[in-house]
């Protein structure tokens, strides 16, 4: 080594390099980022959502499944309709996430250059690149940005589509079993892996002016391998500063109860002052995160692939500056047709926009119904008498359970159609009687336990708790309803119970045979109005309960209840979204959940 040759400087970890490099971008392009995200985050809700909803419903009404949810809306996608609805909706929604994508990256740029690009300057930009878009690689790029982004769920996705949630239900029943959890497990490392390929490819597409999308997958694969511990000690960085920044306000926190006296109480406007200020930051947060994540892959991408193959002043507007009238005149003129075409979505968006905002508030209940998910599972095993005897002592208001139809057309409390997971036998409920059935142990968190009839149940929960009976099917059945309904008869419980099912029509025949039961009809996907369906209240699946979904229940007058929640944040958000309830495996932690919200806050006068 040549003696006048000094060593290169070891780079640290934690020299948070990539952060400042991130703050300096930040320095130029954070009033536009934010401005952007904002009026764009505002248009999606009030605009873009409600208009693809009206497309969407449109075309149910046209093919007839003016009520589809379930099973019936993956008829639809599959018929004709669906398929022009996908056709119609799918570019559409393609080009309003590429353009806020391409808006983001053109400001991240800049202000790498230390420049403040200009919001319209750059919207023209993106707007002017959208018919290059228009070959076949279009397939990939509406693929990767409708849901292999969303899919990743990594909380920078666009204002459109933020993210795809696979039901809770779906995902549930699959971790309950090893080869389920590896499967599920696979599933999401496969979409992790394709987005790290694809990291690239939007960035390639906006600055190097090229419209070939699987060119920029080629290239931002390479690109990727290029750079990944450059990733990788950027997501480090960021997950250190966040736990900083969550230690500092745990710290301010602390120090401002330490200063209270002891004796007195904390203040109501203190508690709601603080919550108002949470809820400013969680809201920031949603603002800053994409812009963030934007900035992070557009400086990578000009390090590692250089600045020669950035190409973004070939149409002559300067997108620092906003040019003059006579400038900006030309520009609009060659690009007429498209913007005239945006500009005539938004104004039909419009008044669906304005009414859109004003439905999405909720209102906690007075009365919030807790519903014990095949009862208490940490008392017992799921749907038998270890676990309804739990729920009653966790403070449920309902047992929720599940039954099936015998070999011998009884019905027997269980959920699964085939033993394999609760007691290691592969036989399937209709291929046994019930006195078979009961013979098999079941066997589930260290509990043992054995399939009751419904008869059992219904004698056992009588005077003690009241009952949501799901009525499940195998395609086995026989005289189903009448049998149903009669046992109810016999044991006097009509109102004792309430009845629901995921299959529509059963719920119908139900309350055709007993008007005066109570049905509900379980919703796992839909995107119709709710006063489209015929039933008494809705049990909605978690990841399909938002707030446009509980203001149309509330226009339809009828419960709503959301299931499963496990987790009492998402309890305490559901109850102050204004549902009538949950189903739930955590019961008690509910009940406490909800008991604490409504717990009024001491004051020194309260505790004297």
């Not at 022009?84 to 250059?113: D, H, K, N, R």
């Not at 309950?176 to 394709?194: A, D, R, S």
């Not at 699987?214 to 500063?241: N, P």
């Amino acid at each position: 080594m040549n003696a006048m040759t000094k060593p290169k400087k070891k780079s640290r970890l934690f020299s948070f390099r990539t952060t400042r490099d991130i703050l300096q971008v930040w320095k130029h392009a954070h009033r536009p980022f934010l401005l952007f995200e904002l009026a764009y985050k505002l248009m999606t809700v009030g605009l873009f959502i409600p208009l693809l909803s009206v497309i969407f419903n449109k075309m149910l009404d046209l093919g007839g499944f003016n009520a589809a949810a379930n099973h019936d809306l993956l008829r639809f996608v599959f018929s004709r309709y669906g398929l022009l609805s996908l056709i119609l909706m799918a570019p559409v929604a393609m080009m309003l996430i590429y353009t806020e994508f391409a808006v983001l990256i053109y400001i991240a740029y800049y202000g790498m250059q230390g420049k403040k690009a200009r919001i319209r300057a750059v919207l023209l930009k993106a707007l002017s690149r959208l018919p290059g878009l228009w070959r076949i690689g279009i397939f990939g790029l509406s693929l990767y940005l409708l849901l292999l982004v969303p899919l990743l769920d990594a909380g920078f996705g666009p204002s459109l589509l933020p993210n795809v949630t696979i039901p809770n239900f779906i995902t549930g029943e699959l971790l309950k079993t090893g080869f389920g959890t590896v499967m599920f497990l696979l599933f999401f490392l496969i979409v992790l892996v394709l987005n790290c390929l694809c990291i690239y490819a939007l960035p390639i597409l906006v600055l190097e002016n090229t419209n070939r999308f699987w060119y920029a997958v080629w290239k931002s694969s390479r690109l990727f391998w290029k750079s990944k511990w450059s990733i990788v000690r950027a997501v480090l960085e960021w997950v250190l500063v966040f736990v900083l920044a969550v230690i500092v306000f745990l710290l301010v926190l602390t120090a401002l109860l330490w200063l209270l006296p002891e004796d007195t109480g904390i203040p109501p406007a203190a508690v709601t002052t603080l919550g108002v200020i949470i809820s400013i930051g969680v809201y920031a947060l949603t603002l800053v995160m994409t812009p963030l994540f934007i900035t992070l892959i557009t400086r990578l991408y000009v390090k590692y692939s250089g600045k020669d193959a950035i190409s973004i002043e070939t149409d002559g507007l300067n997108a620092t500056v906003w040019e003059s009238r006579e400038t900006r005149r030309g520009f609009i003129q060659s690009h007429r047709p498209k913007l005239a075409t945006f500009g005539l979505l938004a104004l039909i968006a419009i008044g669906w926009g304005v009414s859109a905002l004003l439905t999405d508030v909720g209102e906690a209940k007075d009365e919030f119904i807790i519903m014990a998910h095949r009862g208490d599972v940490q008392s017992g095993v799921e749907n038998t008498l270890g676990a309804f005897a739990g729920a009653i002592e966790a403070g449920a208001d309902y047992i929720e359970l599940d039954i099936l139809q015998t070999k011998d057309h009884k019905l027997a409390v269980i959920h699964d159609e085939n033993l394999k997971r609760l007691s290691g036998k592969n036989v399937n409920v209709f291929d046994l009687t019930l006195n078979e059935l009961q013979k098999i142990p079941l066997r589930q968190g260290g509990f043992e336990g054995h399939v009751s009839s419904l008869d059992e149940v219904l004698e056992f929960a009588k005077g003690r708790i009241r009952l949501n009976i799901e009525l499940k099917t195998h395609g086995h059945e026989y005289n189903y309803v009448p049998l149903f309904v009669d046992t109810v008869r016999r044991h006097k419980a009509e109102n004792d119970i309430v009845v629901q099912s995921l299959e529509y029509d059963l719920i119908q025949q139900v309350k055709a045979a007993a008007p005066d039961l109570k049905v509900g009809y379980v919703i796992y996907a839909t995107f119709a109005q709710l006063s489209r369906f015929e039933a008494d209240f809705f049990v909605v699946e978690e990841a399909f309960a938002r707030p446009r979904l509980v203001a149309s229940a509330k226009l339809a007058g009828k419960p709503l209840y959301v299931w499963t929640v496990n987790d009492p944040e998402r309890v305490e958000h559901f109850y102050t979204l204004g549902v009538d309830g949950i189903i739930t495996d955590i019961s008690a932690d509910a009940r406490d959940t909800i008991e604490l919200l409504n717990e009024p806050i001491l004051t020194a006068d309260h505790k004297q």
